[in-house]
């Protein structure tokens, strides 16, 4: 078969291609693997009970029935669901929102694949015309991001710089000393949480990104799929605002609904119509699942309360006791932890591995344990730097039981592995 430079680039192996064959295998196969690569959610009961609840009005209302399933929404999504969620953005943050600041997308992936695209990429000639580039200000940064250009040389990125701290742990931090933004630069975007490390970039540093993204003109896109103000999966000191030049993406998914691809786009307006003119082309329209199943968490605010003591607690609680195993299981080995400060990954530092954290990943593979190697969290930064190879992702969302029994799989093999070294 033949295939145009658009169908070669995107059939080629991507992270995110093989990385989802891993988790959807996984999930389908009813067989002994432990998943601990993917992002799935973990399963919630209130917050199953809460959908299940909804579901069951809707079907039972004619109406919303046909709504449900029978109506395309305009290309940017329900309308009722982005007034509600206008109302609460304005009454409970104080975001200077209404409903043409929102537009909904079929999950927030293809929201970043349009709005990439959108900033990134061929010019039109004239002063303007030049190819421009997505700007990483740190990586590691999400594996999702790394194929979504259109164009090659799409992303380009920058090395964090590194604080060691306590109990094996380490954190993450903005190199603004190293962080430069060309002419060539479309637009800034950073995930807060971090997908994969669960770093939380700090208020400073978010304030000094959008600074640097207005004095230069570009966009500051923020990817809040596991942050605030929900599904809230932040477990530091973190507050969030927006300003008409931040594009605030958000997502249903991270809450438990990732089935219903509901994303959400917080923008200035100019960018909200562009955007719907992109999706209308792509999708029609977006899906109207999700939005119905969550309007009326989003109406009454009961999704913030979910969030806050549901949803993020039970994160939080998870994340303690994978870390407190790999304290004690590793104890002597070179290794780190990222500050868990969100999200639903720890992100494994091994100092000096003898293997490659690919090599790593295969060994596990075969013990039953699915992770992600770190290699894949760099995009844009092509430096050889060997603290990408010393990398590993584990996602502790899934059953506690499972979690321990991954871990203890892992700490057993990265021990013989050092000790064989
Ligand atoms: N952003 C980050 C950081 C993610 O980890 C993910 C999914 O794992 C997404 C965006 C996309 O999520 P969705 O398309 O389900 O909204």
Redesign the pocket.
């Known amino acids: 078969m033949k295939l145009s430079k658009f169908g070669t680039k995107f059939t080629s192996d991507a992270g995110i291609t093989s990385l989802m064959d891993d988790l959807g295998n996984a999930m389908a196969s009813g067989e002994d693997i432990i998943m601990m690569g ?2 799935n959610p973990g399963f919630i009961p209130e917050v199953e009970s809460a959908l299940r609840e909804r579901l069951q009005r809707i079907c039972d209302d004619p109406t919303l029935f046909r709504k449900l399933v029978g109506v395309y929404d305009p290309p940017l999504g329900d309308t009722a669901f982005i007034k509600s969620l206008a109302k609460l953005l304005n009454n409970t943050l104080g975001w200077p929102v209404s409903e043409k600041n929102i537009g909904l997308t079929n ?6 694949f349009m709005l990439f695209n959108m900033f990134a990429g061929e010019y039109e000639g004239g002063a303007e015309g030049a190819i421009k580039q997505i700007q990483l200000p740190m990586t590691p940064e ?1 594996i ?1 991001y790394a194929d979504a250009g259109l164009t090659e040389a799409f992303f380009r990125s920058n090395r964090p710089t590194i604080e060691l701290l306590d109990d094996q742990l380490f954190k993450y931090h903005v190199d603004f000393e190293h962080l430069t933004i060309p002419e060539s630069t479309g637009a800034l975007c950073i ?1 807060r949480p ?2 994969p490390t669960g770093n939380v970039i700090t208020d400073q540093e978010l304030t000094r990104l959008d600074g640097l993204a207005r004095e230069h003109g570009v966009p500051l896109i923020l ?1 809040c ?2 942050g605030l103000p929900f599904p809230g999966l932040i477990f530091s000191d973190a507050s969030s605002y927006w300003n008409d030049n931040m594009i605030v ?1 958000l ?4 809450l438990g609904l ?1 089935a219903c ?3 959400i786009v917080i923008a200035h307006e100019d960018v909200i119509n562009a955007l719907a003119g992109v999706n209308a082309i792509l999708n029609l329209a977006t899906g109207s699942f999700g939005a119905m199943l969550a309007a009326d968490l989003v109406d009454s605010g009961q999704i913030l309360a979910l969030s806050d003591n549901v949803v993020r607690p039970e994160y939080l609680r998870k994340s303690q006791a994978a870390v407190a195993r790999l304290q004690k299981g590793l104890s002597g080995l070179p290794f780190r932890i990222h500050k868990p400060e969100g ?1 639903m990954f720890l992100w494994l530092w091994f100092d000096g591995l003898p293997i490659s954290s690919h090599e790593l990943y295969e060994c596990l593979k075969k013990k039953g344990v699915l992770i992600v190697s770190g290699h894949y969290f760099f995009p844009g930064l092509d430096e050889d730097w060997s603290h990408k190879r010393e990398c590993i992702r584990i996602t502790y969302s899934q059953d506690e039981s499972l979690v321990a029994r991954g871990l203890d799989i892992i700490i057993a093999e990265v021990r013989k592995i050092y000790s064989r070294a």
Do not use: E, I, M, W
Not at 251 to 254: A, F, M
């Open positions: 993917g992002g999950g927030s992936q293809s929201a970043f999400y999702g995930s971090t997908n990817d799929a596991y993406c997502s249903l998914s991270k990732p691809r509901t994303g999200a």
